[in-house]
């Protein structure tokens, strides 16, 4: 039985310990917005914050994640409005939205160390790969996300998903 901190959240998963931090997090959490891409953590759809580190959680066992602290991006913000998410959709860095969990993931990370990166420092934080080719829009999110952490610009809150529940559909 592994035991760690899920969005700030103790945990215990009765999985066995070389099970990839990936499946207890989307299978038994039932956190799903951690993607599986490649399963041998080169393309980043998986990336999670464990102790304030950005890590594919493909490669990362339950038994490695033991003890430890994990935010996934559900953990983020309750209301999808934490800068990072409100940078992305401001500088329209999403297209197919595959990746971009991992991708905003390995930018609040590098944001926690610096909230104001250069192209060069994105370029070697964030190693994901998207399919679409957002990266121009995606270092001017990380760039902007930044400035709105060191209070220097104010983004627009990200509006609430529609569902089928929302009056008018």
Request: proline share 4%; net charge negative.
């Given at each position: 039985m592994a035991r760690l901190t899920v969005n700030n959240q103790p945990l215990e998963f009765r999985l066995e310990p070389d099970t990839p931090l990936l499946w207890a997090l989307r299978d038994a959490a039932n956190l799903t917005g951690t993607k599986y891409g490649c399963g041998t953590g080169e393309c980043g759809a998986c990336m999670v914050i464990?102790?304030?580190?950005?890590?594919?959680?493909?490669?990362?066992?339950?038994?490695?994640?033991?003890?430890?602290?994990?935010?996934?991006?559900?953990?983020?913000?309750?209301?999808?409005?934490?800068?990072?998410?409100?940078?992305?959709?401001?500088?329209?860095?999403?297209?197919?939205?595959?990746?971009?969990?991992?991708?905003?993931?390995?930018?609040?990370?590098?944001?926690?160390?610096?909230?104001?990166?250069?192209?060069?420092?994105?370029?070697?934080?964030?190693?994901?790969?998207?399919?679409?080719?957002?990266?121009?829009?995606?270092?001017?999110?990380v760039q902007r996300a930044g400035r709105a952490m060191r209070h220097e610009e104010t983004l627009t809150p990200v509006p609430a998903p529609a569902t089928a529940t929302t009056p008018g559909l």
């Open positions: 464990v102790d304030g580190q950005a890590m594919p959680s493909c490669t990362l066992s339950l038994g490695e994640a033991e003890g430890r602290s994990v935010t996934t991006i559900e953990g983020l913000s309750t209301d999808r409005n934490h800068p990072v998410q409100q940078a992305f959709v401001a500088e329209q860095a999403i297209q197919c939205g595959f990746c971009t969990s991992g991708l905003i993931m390995a930018a609040e990370a590098l944001l926690a160390r610096n909230t104001d990166p250069t192209e060069a420092d994105i370029g070697v934080a964030l190693t994901n790969i998207c399919r679409c080719g957002v990266y121009p829009r995606l270092v001017r999110a």
